[in-house]
Structures are given as structure tokens and as C-alpha cells.
């Protein structure tokens, strides 16, 4: 791994202030292991509590609207997640594509909102099975990116990470093979270099997600291109995630 490695927990919709203990625990472990980037998003509810909570780790969100405010019930604001503590966003994860009706275009909106309001963005990509067993993963992914990416992103080695979370592994146990993913990452590094110079994208972190655990991290972080992952349900409890956080490590640079 070329960068430091940048694992990140994403809560989705579980949490509730019960589970504060959980990020105090993986805060203060962190502090021991600095070679690594250990960031959460919780649900909006606890973005607050577990910035008051933490020293070391970052806190973002899982997803922020467009909009700068007004008549928008329920959606939340880059200004106001930015506000209660996070420093980051992810963006165009595939349940908000599919289950919230994201487009490309919607998620790039909301990456321009959020670099505008001084949010670092973590953008999702990542094809169903079907695309993967029509040999069209890699063509999907970078079409996905390219027009879910910002335009005239300046600092993207410090604002922007990539996270490559196939939809067929997610939750499912299954993961791509190390060579597959490391192909994928490579592709993704050449559309990166095109949009924003080669020396901005060597500093890109390109995250792998789906079915991380601890006793597959290793393994799968093993590519040179892969700079961390995006953790799903490993990530719920302190002694799964930092399994993880452990593996990545131990990882030579
Ligand atoms: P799992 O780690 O539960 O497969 O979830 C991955 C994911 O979607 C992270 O964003």
C-alpha cells in the first residue's frame, strides 16, 4: 500500500446513542496505531455525539443533499452535517443509487455542495452481477465515476477518496478475487490521473468494500492500489472493525 491506509466504518441505518461506547473504544485504540486513517459515519443522529466523543478518528456522514437549505423536509445540508462535526461525506453509495433513486448526475451535484462547503467526499461506485458476469464491470464503473465526479477539483488528493464496493458483495459474504480488485483499482487510477493530473491522483485513496472482515482485510488490502476500505456490518462493533484497522497495519508500506 503506496498511501497511508484509510479505513473508514459506514453504520448505514443502525446506531443509537447505546453504541457511542463502541466509538469511544475504536477512537482510543486508533490513537495507537497512527500508521492508519480510521474514520466513521453514523447515522446523522449520532454525527454530534461522536464528534464530542472523539480525539483521534474522524467522523462523517453517509450522505448529504444538494441543496444549501430551505424547503426541503427530511434532507440534510453539506453546511449542517459539516456543522455537527463531520468532516467527510460518502457519496453515491449503491443503496442510495438504487434505493433512493441517485443518479450520476444527483451525486455529482451533491459532491460539487459538499467540496463547497469544505467536506473531504468519499464517492462510491460499483457494478450489480449482472454486469459483472457480462464482463462489463470495468466499462460500468468508470462511466459511473466519470460522471459522478466533480469537475475542476483542485486538491483531490487531499478532498477526494474513491471507494469500488462491487454490489454483489455487499452484505453478501462474497468478495472479488485480490487480482480482480486490484484491476478495477488500476482502471479507476487512470480515470483519476486523466481528470485531475498525475500528481493529484497519487495522493487519491481508492478504498475496496464488501464483506470486509477481519480474517479477509489482509488479504484484501494487499494490492499496491488498494488504499483502505469501506466497512459495512464489520464495522458495528469495536472488536470486528479494529480486526480490521489491526490487519491494515500490519500491511508494509
Ligand atoms: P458490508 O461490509 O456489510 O459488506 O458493507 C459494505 C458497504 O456497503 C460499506 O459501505
Redesign the pocket.
Known amino acids: 500500500m503506496a498511501v497511508r491506509p484509510f479505513i473508514v466504518g ?1 453504520w ?1 441505518m443502525n446506531g443509537t446513542r447505546a453504541m457511542l461506547s463502541e466509538v469511544r473504544a475504536i477512537d482510543r485504540a486508533s490513537q495507537r496505531l497512527m500508521k492508519v486513517e480510521v474514520a466513521l459515519a453514523p447515522p446523522f443522529t449520532l454525527i454530534h455525539a461522536a464528534h464530542k466523543e472523539v480525539e483521534q478518528i474522524g467522523v462523517g456522514a453517509q450522505d448529504c443533499h444538494s441543496g444549501d437549505g430551505g424547503a426541503s423536509t427530511g434532507d440534510v445540508s453539506a453546511a449542517m452535517v459539516l456543522d455537527a462535526g463531520a468532516k467527510f461525506v ?1 457519496l453515491g ?3 442510495r443509487r438504487q434505493g433512493h433513486d441517485e443518479t450520476n448526475a444527483v451525486v455529482r451535484t451533491k459532491a460539487a455542495s459538499a467540496l463547497a462547503a469544505g467536506l473531504r467526499i468519499i464517492l ?1 461506485c460499483g457494478e450489480s452481477e449482472a454486469v459483472r458476469d457480462a464482463g462489463k464491470a470495468e466499462a460500468f464503473v468508470l462511466s459511473q465515476l466519470s460522471e459522478s465526479l466533480p469537475d475542476g477539483l483542485q486538491n483531490a488528493s487531499e478532498m477526494l477518496t474513491i ?1 469500488y ?1 462491487p454490489i454483489w ?4 459474504g462474497r468478495t472479488p478475487t485480490v487480482e480482480e480488485i486490484g484491476a478495477m483499482h488500476r482502471a479507476i487510477r487512470a480515470l483519476i490521473v486523466d481528470s485531475y493530473g498525475e500528481e493529484q491522483a497519487q495522493g487519491v485513496r481508492i478504498l475496496y ?4 472482515k477481519p480474517d479477509n482485510a489482509l488479504e484484501l488490502l494487499s494490492d499496491d492500489e488498494v488504499g483502505g476500505a ?5 464495522s458495528l462493533s469495536a472488536e470486528s472493525f479494529l480486526g480490521i484497522v489491526l490487519a491494515a497495519a500490519e500491511i508494509p508500506d
Open positions: 459506514n448505514k460518502i453509495h449503491s443503496e462510491c471507494a464496493e458483495a455487499i452484505g453478501t468494500g464488501g464483506s470486509v469501506l466497512v459495512g456490518g464489520a
